[in-house]
C-alpha cells in the first residue's frame, strides 16, 4: 500500500537583510505562490515590502512579549506555522537575512514538518555575517572565524581561539539567563568583558557592526576598544567582531612530517 | 504608501540609486511622485522616521520600531523538554 504524502507543505526562506538588495529570485517566488506567509522581519518597512509579494502576510511578531520567555515565544511560533501546514495549506515562512543563521524556529519547523511527513525544506538568505564580511572587508579564510551567540559564553565552558577572528552574535542581550528581556546592559557586558579578557587585552580594538536593512542606510561600522563595550550603545541587531590578538602559531612538527611525506611521494616517483 | 516601498525597492536593485548623491535621490522622488513629506523621511536616512511616516510598526521586542528580533536562545540543548513541560 502507498501511504500518500499529506498536502500541505512548507519552505523557509530568507530575505537578506537589505530591503530590494538581497532576497533571492527563488525566494522571492516561492513568498508569491504560497498560500500563507508568516513573517519573522527586521523593521515594520520591511513587513510592508513583503506585504506587496502576497495577500495573506501574518505576522509572527506579536507573539514577541516582555516579560514572556523566548522560549514560549518560539514554540508558539511553530506550532502558528503548523497548524497551517496540518490544514493542507502551501506555507512560507519569510525571515531576515539567512533562515537557518542564529534562528531556531525555521530549523524547528521543518524539522517537525518533516517528521510528520510533510514537504519542508530551507532556502537560503544573505545573513548579517555576510554583509559584515563585505562591508569589514573581512576574509574568514584567512585566520579562520568562530561565531558565538554572545551569552553562550557566559553560560557555558567554551573554547576561544584568539588568532581567529570571533564574531558575537545577540550581544544586546547577553546574559538574559530568564530568556524574558530584550535587552540587557552594561552590568551584563562587563561580565561577557570579563570572559574574552582571557584571551584579549582591554585595548584590544572590537568592532560594532549593524548592516543596512533599508537601501538609504550606511551600515555601522564603529571601532571601541574592549574595555570600553560594556559602556558602549548596543541595541538588539548589532554584532560585535574581535579581529585576532595573536599570530598563528606555526605547527613545526607537522611541517616536518609533511615534509617527509612529500619526500617519500618525490622517492616514489622517482 | 505602496510608490514609496516600490521606491526603496527600486533603490535595493539599482546600482546607481543604492549610493546616490542627495540631488538624483530628490528628482528620482519627485519624478516617482512621492509626497514631500516621505521624501524627508528618506532623505533624512531615518528609518523610525519613515516608519512613523507610513504607519508601519514592529511591535518585535516592544521595542522602538525598526528593531530586530531575536530569534535564538543561548543554550538550546532542553528545548523539547521545556516543549513537553508547555504541554503537559
Ligand atoms: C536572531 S539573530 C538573526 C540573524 C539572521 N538570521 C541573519 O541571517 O543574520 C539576531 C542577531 O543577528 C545579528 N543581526 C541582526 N540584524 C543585524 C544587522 N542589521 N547588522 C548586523 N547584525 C545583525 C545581531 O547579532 C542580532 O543580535
Known amino acids: 500500500m502507498n501511504a500518500e504524502r499529506p498536502t500541505g507543505s512548507l519552505v523557509n526562506v530568507g530575505l537578506g537583510m537589505t530591503l530590494g538588495s538581497h532576497i533571492s529570485p527563488l525566494s522571492r517566488s516561492h513568498i508569491e505562490q504560497a498560500d500563507v506567509v508568516f513573517a519573522n522581519l527586521s523593521d515594520g518597512i520591511v513587513e510592508l515590502w513583503l506585504q506587496q509579494m502576497n495577500a495573506d502576510v501574518r505576522s509572527l511578531q506579536p507573539l514577541y512579549q516582555e516579560g514572556k520567555s523566548r522560549m514560549q515565544t518560539y514554540w508558539q511560533m511553530v506550532e502558528t506555522i503548523m497548524a497551517e501546514v496540518r490544514a493542507g495549506k502551501r506555507v512560507c515562512g519569510a525571515f531576515y537575512g539567512h533562515p537557518g543563521v542564529f534562528a531556531w524556529a525555521p530549523h524547528k519547523t521543518i524539522e517537525m514538518a518533516r517528521s510528520e511527513g510533510f514537504e519542508a525544506h530551507m532556502e537560503p538568505g544573505i545573513s548579517a555575517e555576510d554583509c559584515l564580511y563585505a562591508d569589514l572587508g573581512i576574509d574568514p579564510g584567512n585566520f579562520g572565524c568562530q561565531h558565538f551567540e554572545a551569552s553562550q559564553l557566559l553560560f557555558y565552558q567554551r573554547r576561544i581561539d584568539p588568532t581567529a577572528y570571533l564574531i558575537l552574535w545577540q550581544v544586546g542581550l547577553v546574559g538574559d539567563q530568564s530568556l524574558t528581556r530584550f535587552s540587557t546592559g552594561p552590568a551584563y557586558r562587563e561580565l561577557l568583558v570579563e570572559v574574552l579578557a582571557r584571551e584579549y587585552p582591554l585595548t584590544h580594538e572590537v568592532i560594532i557592526y549593524r548592516c543596512a536593512t533599508l537601501p538609504i542606510q550606511q551600515p555601522r561600522m564603529e571601532r571601541i576598544t574592549l574595555g570600553d563595550l560594556p559602556k558602549a550603545d548596543i541595541g538588539m541587531p548589532d554584532t560585535v567582531v574581535v579581529p585576532p590578538v595573536r599570530a598563528l602559531q606555526p605547527d613545526t612538527v607537522m611541517r616536518a612530517r609533511l615534509a617527509e611525506l612529500d619526500l617519500a611521494a618525490a622517492n616514489d616517483a622517482g | ?88
Open chain 2, 1 to 88: 504608501m505602496s510608490n514609496i516601498i516600490n521606491f526603496l525597492e527600486m533603490i535595493g536593485q539599482n546600482a546607481n540609486l543604492r549610493n546616490a548623491s542627495r540631488s538624483d535621490m530628490l528628482a528620482t522622488m519627485t519624478a516617482m511622485q512621492i509626497a514631500p513629506e516621505l521624501q524627508e523621511a528618506l532623505l533624512s536616512k531615518n528609518p523610525q522616521q519613515l516608519e512613523t511616516a507610513l504607519g508601519a510598526s514592529n511591535v518585535c521586542c516592544m521595542m522602538l520600531p525598526a528593531t530586530v528580533c531575536c530569534m535564538m536562545l543561548p543554550g538550546m540543548n532542553d528545548d523539547t523538554a521545556f516543549h513537553q513541560e508547555l504541554c503537559a
